[in-house]
């Protein structure tokens, strides 16, 4: 200790070197970065052990924010208010935490960066999964510390029933480091947790794909979409690693040939008023000239930021521009550094879990030993009660005969042999415990305990069942908070930074028109019955009628087959719509067809899985089935479906599933039924087989399916509802 008055010299680049150390040292262990076993920040912890010491739990009366505030920083965290309740309003939002740990009533913000309330205003309590956090706090389950003025104790970490670092992810910038936890989803994380468990003792044989089995990606609490698994998968093996995140939208028809474009969801972190405003400064700027309007139409129900384009306005180049300008898609750097043990250290996937089930262990650990010895001191305690009861008259004999409860004390433990607590517990006995009822819930309370004692001691002697204690637990996590995933992972890579047209192509239930002519068109579904009293939907030229009319889904592949036996793809969304082209427009506009080349059948496919075969019929008699997987991916151009006879026809496809009959009927009225299977299955250019047998100069006039009762009824309810099709 330096006496005042005197002059000590020191090295300046010494004192500064150990001054900024102290000082990098306290703002990385003490306020930036989280524990690995809580997940929690030293502020948030205070707080939310200082909001449970209040008794503010989910089912209780709300409490002034102020009042919280004021606690928090009388009792454990001397700094500013406003450093308080900025962290207490954080753990509140729901679109900041996946799950919040308060429950907030009040302004507490809003996505579009709103501030919150004055803590005067506002009103707080904890919310159920936060009451988690600190279940078994007051069972010595972890280790307490002097607060700043050596006046209380504070926890050093919260028992955390919860995996909380995964769970909400974390985000602090300390000094020379910086810590990006994304949030995930509580279901996947305690199924990996559950699987790791499970191999405890072969932990070094797991590896980040077994993981990813359970815990696909990040799941952001503002949803939107996660572009390919080579980030993902990057982050969990190493700690660090780059997301990219695009926000979900789709096109609408807006009428008069116009669209629009509705966003529904946003990245995480991006601020929805800012948003609006980079577009509003892109149009103004000319950096993009087909917006007419932009609105933000959300409410209670949901997010929708309407962009209106002008007439005639293609949506796909405005998506891709606003996608390179605007934070609509964004890139979120995980970079997973906690602190271990007080030091800071970046986990991979694996080892955080492997952390949080080890610190579990040690508090499950803690927990038994504490509950056993109060199980062993209650037992006691009716041990000496029991004996007591046993020798009631003696014992109040004794306790007459006595001068004061002290001699009374010896002489009980001088002759039945109990130790001083013992005889005490029989000195405060109530005279209604001598009742034979009351004695009965004695001798059952000790059976209890002693069983008790029994479980708890065999836990201790085997750690595998505390493992065991542990999954149990989160099981009952996932039951009572378990969630379905907010954040769509798409299969496309980072590289994919535009969007594809279907991309853009809201699900909707359409009818599609093919005439005679050649003229095809969509119309809504939802149009069709509107006009169910008798005026026309689709639109046909003079001396032209409708030869195809089947529903289908926006995002559908149509499949047309024609009489030269070949099939060409089409999707469903670049069907014209009749609001812009009310008759339609040529099918060859779409498909590249060669002379006397003309449609004779086609199927919409939802996606290739949706039926087992592609079932096609000639008009000589032929028919063959064919995967409908080889069907996937054909060239617009169009490639043969069927190998044909000279002089035959391609006349008829129709999806099938293996199960059902088919039926043949010709021109001269014959008819020819069979089972599916009957036909053999061949491939994409094979010529088929023959069908039925025709008389000279028969043909066939139609080939149609039949299903199982079963599968009839199933798909009849799909037609009603829009969602499948009896195709032509």
């Not at 003309?598 to 995967?627: C, H, N, Q, W, Y």
Request: charged letters at 30%; glycine letters at 8%; proline letters at 4%.
């Amino acid at each position: 200790m330096v006496e005042i008055g005197t002059v000590k010299l020191v090295e300046i680049e010494q004192e500064m070197k150990s001054a900024y150390l102290d000082y990098a040292m306290s703002v990385i262990t003490a306020r930036a970065l989280p524990d690995v076993r809580d997940g929690l920040k030293p502020v948030q912890r205070r707080i939310l052990y200082a909001m449970g010491e209040m008794g503010l739990r989910y089912n209780t009366a709300y409490k002034k924010c102020a009042r919280i505030v004021g606690d928090v920083l009388g009792r454990y965290h001397p700094h500013g208010d406003q450093a308080v309740y900025d962290t207490l309003v954080r753990m509140a939002q729901d679109f900041t935490m996946r799950y919040p740990l308060i429950d907030g009533q009040g302004n507490f913000g809003s996505i579009d960066d709103d501030p919150a309330a004055a803590m005067r205003y506002t009103e707080a309590r904890l919310s159920e999964i936060a009451e988690e956090m600190l279940l078994d706090i007051d069972r010595n389950t972890v280790d307490f510390k002097e607060n700043f003025d050596g006046t209380m104790q504070e926890p050093t970490v919260l028992p955390a029933k919860v995996p909380n670092l995964l769970l909400n992810g974390t985000a602090g910038i300390a000094v020379g480091m910086a810590t990006n936890i994304p949030p995930h989803n509580l279901n996947e994380v305690i199924d990996a947790t559950h699987y790791l468990i499970d191999r405890w003792d072969k932990i070094d044989d797991v590896d980040v794909e077994d993981l990813m089995r359970f815990i696909s990606g990040p799941d952001f609490p503002t949803a939107g979409i996660i572009l390919g698994s080579d980030g993902i998968k990057e982050a969990y093996a190493t700690g660090k690693g780059r997301i990219v995140v695009r926000g979900k939208l789709h096109t609408e028809e807006a009428g008069g040939g116009r669209a629009r474009i509705v966003i529904t969801e946003l990245p995480y972190q991006v601020n929805k008023s800012a948003l609006i405003e980079r577009i509003a400064d892109l149009v103004r700027d000319r950096r993009i000239e087909d917006i007419g309007d932009l609105r933000d139409e959300s409410d209670r129900q949901g997010m929708s930021i309407v962009i209106e384009l002008k007439r005639g306005a293609d949506a796909k180049p405005v998506i891709n521009q606003l996608l390179k300008y605007t934070p609509l898609q964004s890139g979120f750097t995980v970079n997973m550094l906690a602190l271990v043990e007080g030091e800071p250290r970046v986990l991979s996937l694996k080892k955080m879990l492997q952390l949080y089930v080890q610190h579990r262990q040690i508090v499950i650990t803690r927990r038994t030993q504490y509950d056993l010895e109060k199980a062993k001191a209650r037992a006691h305690i009716l041990e000496g009660l029991k004996i007591a009861l046993d020798y009631l008259d003696e014992v109040i004999k004794t306790i007459r005969q006595s001068p004061d409860a002290e001699t009374a004390k010896e002489r009980l433990m001088k002759r039945f042999k109990l130790d001083d607590i013992q005889a005490q517990a029989i000195l405060d006995m109530q005279l209604r415990r001598l009742a034979a009822l009351e004695r009965k819930k004695i001798e059952d309370e000790l059976a209890e305990v002693r069983k008790a004692i029994k479980y708890l001691e065999d836990l201790l002697k085997h750690p595998k069942k505390i493992l065991g204690v542990i999954q149990e637990e989160l099981a009952d996590l996932k039951k009572r908070f378990g969630d379905t995933r907010r954040t769509h992972i798409s299969e496309g890579g980072e590289e994919t930074t535009e969007f594809k047209e279907e991309d853009l192509v809201q699900e909707q239930a359409v009818l599609i028109s093919v005439t005679q002519r050649g003229y095809i068109s969509r119309v809504p579904l939802t149009s069709v019955r509107r006009t169910a009293t008798g005026s026309k939907s689709v639109q046909t030229r003079e001396e032209d009628a409708v030869q195809y009319l089947f529903p289908a889904n926006s995002r559908d592949t149509l499949l047309f087959f024609t009489n030269c036996g070949k099939v060409y793809p089409l999707r469903a969304h670049q069907v014209p719509d009749v609001e812009r082209q009310p008759r339609g427009l040529p099918l060859n506009n779409f498909l590249s067809f060669e002379a006397n080349e003309r449609v004779t059948s086609a199927v919409a496919v939802p996606d290739f899985s949706a039926a087992e075969f592609l079932t096609m019929a000639t008009a000589g008699g032929r028919i063959k089935r064919t995967p409908l997987a080889e069907f996937d991916g054909i060239r617009a151009s169009g490639v043969a479906a069927l190998n044909l006879n000279e002089g035959d026809e391609l006349g008829w496809a129709r999806l099938t599933h293996g199960d059902g009959e088919l039926m043949f009927a010709t021109e001269q009225g014959q008819a020819l039924r069979f089972k599916e299977e009957d036909v053999p299955v061949q491939g994409r250019v094979a010529g088929g087989v023959y069908g039925i047998k025709l008389n000279e100069g028969d043909k066939v006039a139609s080939m149609v399916r039949w299903m199982p009762c079963s599968r009839m009824a199933f798909c009849s309810s799909l037609r009603q509802k829009g969602l499948a099709s009896e195709h032509p």
